[in-house]
């Protein structure tokens, strides 16, 4: 089709004839007509009218009214409290029980503090026991004054105190009335003096140290008799520790150095008094203590792993050389919500007559002393919070201890009022639980109960130990305004040794021993709070008026009630 087409084109243009046409032609070209406006940009808002009123104004008069706007109110907070240095608190209980104290303190500085402290209790109340029987006058007065101060510095720290004591008692044991209060009556005069240095240059490079030196001596009433009075307790007691610890990283290593002096003397060595009749003893006896160690810290303090050693040297009647185990391992869970532990530790003990008649009294002036070694005390546990307010502690731990002293009665006392020693080795496992509870500053509560397991190995129990015991402390503010204090303790399975057999006492293995009955003392305090600077009290003792033995033959009072007031100013 296409070659069809091409030929007839072809043909066609080679066949085509010439035309001419004649015309006229117009060659006229229009005149141009120029534009004389200038470009520009049209709006397409059309703008509105402004309308005008040809009237006269006429002005309303403008009237201001004021609405008065209540002052605010703004709850402020005294940033420091007002310190008042003067503290005076006076009272009388039941059974003629005076009560005194004065506290003196300087008020707020961050360079220095200082103070003073004074105070006196005192009871002529009778005593009975169970049955009712009427004891042996047990008169007693306490005063103890205080004199303290402290140093602080960007770099160190001092502190210092000089105290006294002068503490007067009767030997009351005796179910009688009718015996003479000189035969019976005894009074300790103690003064002793403390001072430290901390350092803390805040740097981990740098050593710091902790100096602590200590000196108290005690001193027993003189005899009746002017010609005897060598035969009374003279004891000095001196101490001296140093430790000085060092951080690098993760660890502290630290090392304590001590010296332990005890001189006890009473009478003249190997002799004998008569009336009373007692022993001449005089001791003298060093301990000097080195315990170095590591603590290292990991995972954000939440690993505490402890690790030392802890040596003893006993310069006495003979001189002997100690080492102990000291290791302690910790693990914080969630966020210290538990808080597992485990460790083992030893140590020596310097018995004194100053501090066994700390925990009994009546402990008779001529005794022998000896220290108390503990090879090992084994020890494990969990600690923690069960919520932002409640918290608790269960642990147990199994200890030894060789020359445990045991308080039984004096046979070479007549009267037999007195309490003297006997040692023994002990075994002792310990299991106890403890809780906790704070509600703010409004209501603290917390609770403890301990199960302890003795064997010894001479003597028939652990005398005058007890087997449970129950613990109990709460305290409630109510609108700042009243103030109520609890506590009290139980205590069950302790026992006596005795002679002869007496009533209600049992024999085991040619020993005789009597049950002492359980303690259940419960104290009750309330006070009203005046203002901030005046405060009543009423404080009620063994509330419960349980006439308990705290010790063998020595009934207690039974419930006291006392009241007074305190001042600050």
């Known amino acids: 089709m296409l070659c069809f087409l091409f030929f007839f084109i072809q043909e066609s243009d080679a066949q085509s004839p010439d035309v001419t046409i004649d015309g006229k032609g117009s060659r006229k070209v229009e005149p141009a007509i120029r534009l004389t406006l200038s470009p520009q940009i049209i709006d397409t808002v059309k703008p509105s009218a402004v309308a005008s009123y040809p009237l006269l104004a006429y002005l309303y008069p403008t009237q201001i009214k004021l609405t008065p706007i209540k002052a605010a109110e703004i709850e402020t907070t005294e940033k420091l409290r007002q310190l008042y240095p003067f503290y005076a608190k006076i009272g009388m209980g039941s059974g003629v029980m005076p009560l005194g104290q004065f506290i003196y303190n300087s008020t707020r500085s961050k360079g220095y503090q200082y103070g003073v402290k004074v105070d006196h209790i005192s009871s002529f109340a009778k005593i009975k026991n169970r049955d009712g029987d009427v004891y042996a006058p047990a008169n007693y007065d306490r005063t103890g004054a205080t004199l303290y101060g402290k140093i602080v510095d960007n770099t160190y720290m001092i502190n210092g105190e000089l105290n006294y004591l002068n503490h007067g008692f009767n030997y009351y044991g005796i179910p009688s009335d009718t015996i003479d209060k000189s035969f019976i ?199 923690g919070t069960l919520s932002k307010r409640m918290g608790f502690n269960a642990n147990i731990s199994f200890k030894k201890i060789t020359n445990k002293a045991f308080f039984v009665t004096d046979t070479m006392s007549s009267l037999r009022n007195k309490f003297g020693l006997v040692y023994d080795t002990l075994n002792h496992t310990r299991i106890e639980a403890s809780i906790f509870y704070q509600l703010d500053e409004k209501l603290k509560i917390d609770g403890m109960a301990r199960f302890n397991s003795y064997e010894t190995l001479n003597e028939a129990y652990a005398w005058n130990l007890p087997v449970f015991e129950f613990q109990l402390r709460a305290a409630y503010n109510l609108f700042d305004k009243f103030m109520f204090n609890l506590d009290g303790h139980i205590e069950t399975g302790r026992k006596a040794l005795v002679y002869e057999m007496l009533d209600g006492a049992t024999e085991i293995d040619e020993q005789y021993f009597i049950g002492l009955g359980g303690i259940v003392d419960f104290n009750l305090g309330i006070s009203y709070r005046y203002n901030k600077r005046v405060t009543a009290f009423l404080q009620l003792n063994n509330m419960l008026s349980q006439r308990y033995n705290a010790w063998y033959n020595y009934p207690v009072q039974p419930i006291q009630v006392m009241g007074g007031v305190s001042l600050r100013f």
Not at 254 to 268: K, P, S, T
């Open 185 to 383: 009556s005894q009074r300790f005069q103690r003064i002793g003096a403390n001072i430290g240095y901390v350092s803390d240059f805040g740097d981990s490079a740098v050593m710091n140290y902790d100096v602590d030196l200590g000196y108290h001596y005690l001193q027993t009433a003189l005899p009746f008799k002017d010609s005897l009075d060598e035969w009374r307790v003279a004891e000095h007691n001196a101490k001296l520790n140093v430790k000085g610890w060092y951080n690098y990283k993760s660890e502290e290593f630290y090392a304590n150095l001590g010296i332990r002096l005890n001189n006890y003397r009473f009478g003249v060595m190997d002799s004998i008094v008569s009336l009373p009749l007692d022993s001449g003893r005089v001791r003298s006896n060093t301990i000097i203590d080195f315990k170095p160690g590591v603590l290292t810290q990991l995972m954000d303090n939440r690993f505490k792993l402890d690790i030392g050693l802890s040596m003893a040297l006993d310069i006495g009647e003979e001189t002997q050389f100690f080492i102990y185990p000291q290791a302690e391992i910790k693990y914080s869970l969630f966020n210290d919500i538990f808080i597992p532990f485990a460790g083992i530790r030893g140590g020596l003990m310097q018995n004194s007559f100053s501090s066994l008649s700390q925990t009994n009294q009546f402990l008779a002036p001529s005794v022998r002393l000896l220290n108390e070694n503990n090879p090992y005390d084994i020890y494990g546990g969990i600690k």
